[in-house]
């Protein structure tokens, strides 16, 4: 352990080697001054022929085994004591770079979470879902549901997955005990489910392939929380019968505690999956498990030779025999992601755009702190210090300098993160917890040394145009150049910051245009109500009808309600898509998929959609009187090509029935904006039909498995205590059926453009710091140039130059330098600014409302951030230079 001894022994060791030196030293300093010299002058000749004792010492060092660690260490603590005595600049160094390293740390804790962290499953690489592409088809119009048919090929004929296929998307439910009912999430899936998943029940068992039969028995497994809330942990729960969806299922199993599933519901029941009912069409979504032994390539073949092959045998193929469909699979993360992939990408990149700011800006600060150095550094470099050991000694600081700031984004991120988490709507991500974990420590850890390089590249390159001479005469000494270095720093801060200003600026004006969309109704006053009708109490239609009929009635007699109804979808929701045939018109013999919406007589009436032709729904129009329709505008003209299609004729549901109006367009939620361009609100094609004449228990129980109708109230005192009584009417007729949410269309609005106002609140955010540290760039380059130049200020001022010219002369260089980065910036938005094309929906790329927003608001803070600095020019006393000069 010589190694221990030398590195703790080392001070006593460096005297011992020191003293033989200098008693060198002092022989030389006595044998001259025998020879008559002054102890003076002795010393000066000693030391001209000796050398410079210190580096003599310190290259003597170097042949121990711990020289560079002590340097090292002496260089830390000399960075300690620079650090210390600089807080002005140490403050707004860990500011910055807090700033910027907070909101990196935020983003990358969402991309780990989503991208980089796998999935809490046992084996989350072999687990995948499938996917369809059709040729000629959008690149991102992939879908991945299939029907009950190719369900079957895929059990039977694909060996090297383990198949299972669940509902799109949890179903809301209503389970009653005894004492009361309660609403809940529930996930339908078929037998292997959990084994693909890799879950294995607490209590209990998976649901079994007796269990996945069409008309098997009815069971259920509980999640964990479900069964401590709702049945006390007790241990007997197997084989209890609960009522669910008004019939009885078995308890078979509960999931262990922190059992996630991609569906995250608070119950499972069996699918029973089939070709018929939902299976007629594509309902369902498989996901499946690579078994040991394959590949995904393998199994990608098999599925071809399943699905494309049998290809001829599918409806799709029948129907659409033209097109080529191919089918592979996807890694259950990718698939999970893929849709917010983009948005977390752009924001990461938008993160280190600002980052890479904070370092232009850092760089340019640490430059002129090195500048007020340079006699220090200069007197260093004179006493043997070499130019490498100099600027190890900035990189120590400036490394020092970004881990304190680095430490400080770390707690920065943390508050970020929380806000953004809390920002997100319910379900919004498809993982549970976006953890600060040690990868997102390690990433911060990493980006800390990064930006230390970044910003302390510029100080320590600068060392190599020091001049002794003149550094130590306490003159300039890096050159004129450093200037323009400093303005081309802050035109490249600029630069960027237009790009994010103009991003931010073009997703504003998106939601401003989706947010002021005319509704097509009167959102005012009006409350809903959703309620799941998936329960075997309302398959009958005159069991619905009842319902309605009495429920509304008692909302009705609410004081303050102006009026009540129930639609099936309401506005700024996407609704049921189904196919209808024209019976007359230019098309007639088409089918076309539109927008289907049942509702009942006074739906027009309580959202005041105002009627343009024809008539609405009345208590006349019953299930024995002729099937009517009514239409939006849009539907009108692309199918009728005329806004009055009042009497034209359709077959719905195996029903004629008789356009008897035409109302305005409402905006819905498109059900494609995911995965096309298409923008998340828009004015679609849309019939209504009275939920009265909807008399198909099989179709009215499918959908309602699928969507919960809203209860409408318009009031003229909307409020909390509306709610309460709207729940006292509805439980005056059903005490089992309770409202499982209540929203104002405000809500529902906010609820269809979250991704949209998240994208603008976190690219403006980004756009805001951006801002903010050029600002504080500009600013600081003025006030260093006056600090610089006060005594040639002063002289201007002292010859016949009025204080607002030399105010202007200051000025000048942040402004010239913010022009130029405009400038560049607005040639990198021409380049670059088309990827944000599939994110905006009313604007153009190039909007030039949004461009002079920004060209305008950079002049307003480069003016500001330039001027503030240089009215220290009227404080600069003229005589004073003079005197000086």
């Known amino acids: 352990m010589s190694w221990l001894r030398q590195l703790f022994s080392h001070r006593s060791r460096y005297q011992e080697l020191s003293e033989p030196i200098r008693e060198h030293l002092d022989e030389k300093i006595a044998d001259l001054m025998d020879r008559g010299m002054t102890r003076e002058q002795a010393e000066r000749v000693a030391r001209r022929e000796f050398g410079n004792v210190a580096v003599i010492e310190e290259r003597s060092r170097e042949v121990w085994l711990w020289p560079r660690w002590d340097s090292l260490l002496g260089d830390a603590k000399l960075a300690l004591r620079q650090v210390s005595r600089s807080p002005g600049f140490v403050l707004v160094a860990c500011l910055t770079l807090a700033l910027g390293i907070g909101a990196n740390t935020a983003i990358f804790s969402v991309v780990n979470a989503l991208l980089l962290n796998n999935l809490p499953y046992v084996q989350p690489q072999r687990i995948g879902t499938l996917y369809a592409r059709t040729t000629g088809s959008h690149?991102?119009?992939?879908?991945?549901?299939?029907?009950?048919?190719?369900?079957?090929?895929?059990?039977?004929?694909?060996?090297?997955?383990?198949?299972?296929?669940?509902?799109?998307?949890?179903?809301?439910?209503?389970?009653?005990?005894?004492?009361?009912?309660?609403?809940?999430?529930?996930?339908?899936?078929?037998?292997?489910?959990?084994?693909?998943?890799?879950?294995?029940?607490?209590?209990?068992?998976?649901?079994?392939?007796?269990?996945?039969?069409?008309?098997?028995?009815?069971?259920?497994?509980?999640?964990?929380?479900?069964?401590?809330?709702?049945?006390?942990?007790?241990?007997?729960?197997?084989?209890?019968?609960?009522?669910?969806?008004?019939?009885?299922?078995?308890?078979?199993?509960?999931?262990?505690?922190?059992?996630?599933?991609?569906?995250?519901?608070?119950?499972?029941?069996?699918?029973?999956?089939?070709?018929?009912?939902?299976?007629?069409?594509?309902?369902?979504?498989?996901?499946?498990?690579?078994?040991?032994?394959f590949?995904?390539?393998?199994?990608?073949?098999?599925?071809?030779?399943?699905?494309?092959?049998?290809?001829?045998?599918?409806?799709?193929?029948?129907?659409?025999?033209?097109?080529?469909?191919?089918?592979?699979?996807?890694?259950?993360?990718?698939?999970?992601?893929?849709?917010?992939?983009?948005?977390?990408?752009?924001?990461?990149?938008?993160?280190?755009?600002?980052?890479?700011?904070?370092?232009?800006?850092?760089?340019?600060?640490?430059?002129?702190?090195?500048?007020?150095?340079?006699?220090?550094?200069?007197?260093?470099?004179?006493?043997?210090?070499?130019?490498?050991?100099?600027?190890?000694?900035?990189?120590?600081?400036?490394?020092?300098?970004?881990?304190?700031?680095?430490?400080?984004?770390?707690?920065?991120?943390?508050?970020?993160?929380?806000?953004?988490?809390?920002?997100?709507?319910?379900?919004?991500?498809?993982?549970?917890?976006?953890?600060?974990?040690?990868?997102?420590?390690?990433?911060?850890?990493?980006?800390?040394?990064?930006?230390?390089?970044?910003?302390?590249?510029?100080?320590?390159?600068?060392t190599n145009k020091v001049d002794l001479r003149s550094s130590i005469g306490n003159r300039s000494v890096i050159g004129t150049g450093r200037a323009r270095l400093r303005q081309g720093l802050i035109a490249g801060e600029v630069a960027l910051t237009v790009l994010l200003l103009a991003a931010a600026g073009l997703l504003i004006h998106t939601l401003v245009h989706l947010e002021t969309m005319s509704p097509g109704f009167n959102p005012n006053g009006v409350i809903t109500a959703q309620a799941s009708l998936d329960n075997v109490r309302y398959q009958d239609p005159r069991a619905l009808q009842t319902l309605f009929r009495e429920s509304l009635t008692a909302m009705q007699n609410i004081p303050g309600v102006e009026s009540a109804a129930v639609g099936l979808t309401l506005p700024y929701e996407r609704a049921l898509l189904d196919g209808v045939t024209l019976s007359d018109g230019k098309q007639a013999g088409d089918q076309v998929t539109t927008n289907e919406v049942f509702v009942t007589a006074d739906y027009f009436k309580t959202l005041q959609i105002p009627l343009l032709a024809g008539r609405v729904f009345t208590n006349s129009d019953g299930p024995s009187t002729q099937h009517v329709v009514v239409i939006n505008e849009t539907f009108a003209r692309k199918f009728f090509h005329e806004a009055n299609a009042v009497g034209r004729q359709l077959e719905n549901n195996n029903k004629n029935a008789m356009v008897v109006g035409v109302v305005a367009d409402t905006v819905l939620s498109s059900a494609t904006h995911l995965v096309t361009d298409a923008a998340p609100l828009t004015d679609q094609e849309t019939i209504y039909v009275p939920y009265v004449q909807v008399d198909d228990a099989k179709l009215l129980s499918m959908v309602h498995t699928w969507i919960q109708p809203s209860w409408i109230v318009r009031s003229a005192h909307p409020g909390d205590d509306l709610t309460a009584q709207m729940q006292r009417a509805l439980a005056s007729v059903d005490p089992g059926l309770p409202f499982s949410g209540f929203y104002s269309m405000s809500d529902l609005q906010a609820k269809t453009l979250a991704m949209q106002r998240i994208e603008v609140a976190l690219l403006s955010t980004m756009a805001g710091l951006a801002l903010l540290l050029s600002a504080i760039g500009i600013f600081a380059l003025v006030a260093h140039m006056v600090a610089e130049r006060s005594r040639e200020i002063?002289?201007?001022?002292?010859?016949?130059?009025?204080?607002?010219?030399?105010?202007?002369?200051?000025?000048?260089?942040?402004?010239?330098?913010?022009?130029?980065?405009?400038?560049?910036?607005?040639?990198?938005?021409?380049?670059?600014?088309?990827?944000?094309?599939?994110?905006?929906?009313?604007?153009?790329?190039?909007?030039?409302?949004?461009?002079?927003?920004v060209v305008l608001t950079i002049a307003a803070v480069s003016a500001l951030a330039s001027t503030i600095p240089a009215f220290r020019v009227a404080r600069i006393d003229p005589n004073k230079a003079l005197r000086e000069e």
């Open 139 to 293: 690149p991102s119009d992939e879908r991945r549901t299939i029907d009950g048919e190719q369900w079957e090929l895929l059990r039977d004929n694909v060996p090297s997955v383990l198949s299972a296929v669940s509902a799109i998307h949890p179903a809301g439910v209503v389970l009653q005990t005894a004492s009361h009912a309660q609403y809940l999430h529930s996930g339908r899936i078929s037998a292997r489910y959990f084994d693909v998943l890799g879950i294995q029940p607490a209590l209990g068992q998976n649901f079994t392939a007796e269990d996945d039969l069409p008309n098997g028995p009815r069971v259920a497994i509980l999640s964990y929380s479900l069964w401590r809330t709702a049945f006390g942990k007790d241990q007997h729960v197997l084989g209890q019968v609960v009522l669910l969806k008004g019939e009885p299922y078995t308890v078979v199993g509960v999931l262990p505690e922190h059992a996630t599933t991609p569906l995250d519901a608070d119950i499972y029941t069996d699918l029973q999956p089939s070709r018929d009912g939902e299976g007629q069409t594509t309902n369902f979504l498989a996901t499946v498990l690579l078994r040991n032994g």
């Open 295 to 462: 590949t995904w390539q393998e199994a990608n073949s098999q599925i071809e030779r399943a699905l494309y092959q049998s290809h001829q045998t599918l409806e799709f193929a029948r129907s659409n025999p033209d097109e080529k469909r191919t089918y592979y699979w996807m890694p259950l993360q990718q698939a999970q992601t893929q849709t917010l992939r983009p948005q977390v990408l752009a924001l990461m990149l938008a993160s280190g755009l600002v980052l890479l700011i904070a370092c232009a800006n850092l760089a340019g600060l640490a430059l002129v702190r090195m500048l007020r150095r340079t006699g220090e550094i200069a007197t260093r470099m004179a006493l043997g210090a070499s130019r490498w050991r100099i600027q190890r000694q900035l990189w120590i600081e400036n490394l020092l300098v970004a881990l304190i700031g680095g430490s400080a984004g770390i707690g920065l991120g943390f508050i970020a993160l929380r806000s953004l988490l809390k920002m997100l709507p319910e379900h919004f991500l498809p993982v549970q917890h976006v953890p600060l974990d040690g990868r997102v420590l390690a990433f911060t850890l990493l980006l800390s040394l990064l930006t230390s390089i970044l910003f302390g590249m510029l100080p320590a390159f600068a």
């Open 794 to 853: 002063g002289i201007r001022l002292a010859l016949g130059s009025t204080v607002r010219e030399a105010m202007i002369y200051a000025a000048k260089s942040g402004v010239i330098a913010a022009a130029a980065g405009l400038i560049l910036g607005l040639f990198v938005c021409a380049g670059v600014l088309r990827v944000l094309q599939s994110f905006l929906y009313g604007v153009q790329v190039y909007d030039s409302a949004t461009f002079l927003s």
